[in-house]
C-alpha cells in the first residue's frame, strides 16, 4: 500500500519556528509537495521537492530525504494567519497521479 | 485570469439521486484529479485522468464516476451507490503531478 504519516496537530507561538515533518512509503516516487488549507477553503500549493536537500521560498523551506523517505516543512517568523492545516503530498510514479497525507493542523499562539 | 471552477458551491441531493459537478480548468494542465474531504480529514483520492479520454481509479471510486471528453473539462458523478456522499469535492488540475491548482469545491450534502 501506499501511506504518509504526518502529526496531526503541532502548537507554536507566534515569531518563532516551527517543523512539520511527512514519512512516506509509496511503490514509487517522483517528488514531495506541501499544501496549505485555511478553515472552509481550498488547499494552495507552497513548495515542491523533486531532489534532495533544500528549497526555500520567503518564510517557508522544505526539505526531502529520498534515501530516508522523510521530508519536512519548515516555517519561519510565524504569524497568525498561517494558523492553517498543512498536508504532505507524493507523486508516485510516471502516472501523475497524487496521493495526500491526513493533514498537520499548525496552531498558532500570540 | 488562468484557474479551476468548480460549480456548484453547494449542492443538496435527495437518497437515491445521482449528482453531477462540474469542474473546469483554463490552465491548459494535462492532470486532472478528484478528491474527497471528511470533517478533519486529508484529501482522498477518487479518480484521476491524465489525458483526455483516459482515467485511472483512486483509493475510494466506488459509488463515483467521471468523464475526461475535453482537456479542459473533468465532470464527477455521484451515484446513488454511494452510501455516504456527503462531503466536501475537490478538483485539482496539475503539471505531471508536481504542483496541483485546485477549484473551490463543492459542499455535498444528502438531505
Known amino acids: 500500500g501506499q501511506s504518509l504519516e504526518q502529526p496531526s496537530e503541532v502548537t507554536a507561538v507566534e515569531g518563532a519556528i516551527v517543523q512539520i515533518n511527512c514519512t512516506y512509503q509509496t511503490s514509487g516516487f517522483y517528488g514531495l509537495s506541501w499544501y496549505q488549507q485555511h478553515d472552509g477553503g481550498a488547499p494552495t500549493f507552497l513548495s515542491y521537492n523533486g531532489l534532495d536537500g533544500l528549497e526555500e521560498t520567503g518564510r517557508f523551506s522544505s526539505f526531502l530525504s529520498r534515501s530516508d523517505s522523510y521530508g519536512y516543512l519548515l516555517l519561519q517568523e510565524l504569524q497568525m494567519k498561517d494558523s492553517a492545516s498543512y498536508f504532505c503530498?507524493?507523486?508516485?510514479?510516471?502516472?501523475?497521479?497524487?496521493?495526500f497525507g491526513k493533514g498537520t493542523r499548525l496552531h498558532i499562539l500570540p | 485570469d488562468g484557474g479551476i471552477t468548480q460549480s456548484p458551491k453547494y449542492l443538496f441531493r435527495k437518497e437515491g439521486q445521482n449528482v453531477t459537478l462540474s469542474c473546469e480548468q483554463n490552465l491548459n494542465h494535462d492532470a486532472m484529479y478528484w478528491y474527497r474531504q471528511d470533517p478533519g480529514q486529508g484529501l482522498r483520492l477518487i479518480y484521476y485522468s491524465q489525458i483526455v479520454n483516459d482515467f485511472q481509479k483512486g483509493d475510494i471510486a466506488e459509488g463515483y464516476s467521471v468523464s475526461r471528453e475535453k482537456k479542459e473539462s473533468f465532470p464527477l458523478t455521484v451515484t446513488s451507490a454511494q452510501k455516504n456522499p456527503t462531503a466536501f469535492y475537490l478538483c485539482a488540475s496539475s503539471i505531471r503531478g508536481r504542483e496541483a491548482f485546485f477549484g473551490q469545491g463543492t459542499r455535498l450534502t444528502v438531505v
Open positions: 503530498a507524493v507523486s508516485p510514479g510516471t502516472d501523475d497521479k497524487i496521493i
